[in-house]
């Protein structure tokens, strides 16, 4: 399927704007790899995209630049690629239109239709954490004196979880790296876990992390994989997993899953981003 991607192949830049340059991508192809049901998710979640590079004419001919956060529920039956959406987003630069509120309707339209549910676009962007990673709240996990010698693929098995010692803690770790499954570039990211459950093991959950590092997935199902992961070898009874991936080519992406009844985390944005 990926070889149909405009990702992997050159794409003439666009000169006019075109909604068709959007490309989905049917979630259920990475959920049945690691048994989820789409019809029947066990988590709730949004995948948050920070747009940097927008720009279009106003009805005038005079060019109009800006900034969007476009928001796309987890319960979409695709999500959209990474690229096609890049390239869209480039079509308006030459394209007129009569107001700002014009360009965000037409963006809610467009990836609305593409991602097959309602999707939420704001011109601006979230502010940066300037407390994050070093938080008092967050705890991370990075600094911990381990030995590790696998890459790939994510290995649950160095997942465990002392069930006799009941925590809520909130953990993270700037070391998560994949790649993209059709160009092979570098996906990096900090990762955040919230969770109330068996104390898990922190040396285990870094070894885990690390093994997405030669790992081929998109940026959603990553996150995915680490809540299916973790909900299945550590009985977590709340749980959290975001991902703050780093910008590549005028965007960055922030999959967010959760158990139901969870609050959605106020959106910010990491230095590296």
Known sequence: MTHDLPLGRHVDYPREYDASLLFPIARSMGRDHIGVDSGALPFIGVDRWNAYELSWLDSRGKPRVGTATITVPA????LV??????????????????SDAEVRA?????????AGAPVDVVFGLPPIDEAAPD?????????????IDDYGPPNADHLSADASHVVTET??????????????????????IDYHGPKLDRAGLLRYLVSFRDHAEFHEQ???????????????????VEARYTRRGGLDINPWRATPGIVRPAPGRDERQ
């Open 171 to 192: 953990l993270t770790s700037s070391l998560l790296k994949s790649n993209c499954p059709v160009t092979g570039q570098p996906d990096w990211a900090r990762i955040v």
């Open 135 to 147: 938080n008092a709240v967050l705890d991370c996990i990075d600094a911990l004196d381990v030995e």
């Open 222 to 240: 990553c996150v995915e994989r680490v809540f299916v992961d973790l909900i299945a070898r550590t009985g977590a009874q709340r749980l959290s």
């Open 75 to 78: 319960t979409s039956p695709n």
């Open 81 to 98: 690629e990474s690229k096609s959406l890049k390239l869209y987003l480039n079509s308006f630069n030459a394209a007129r239109f009569a």
């Open 106 to 114: 037409r963006l809610v339209e467009d990836l609305s239709r593409v």
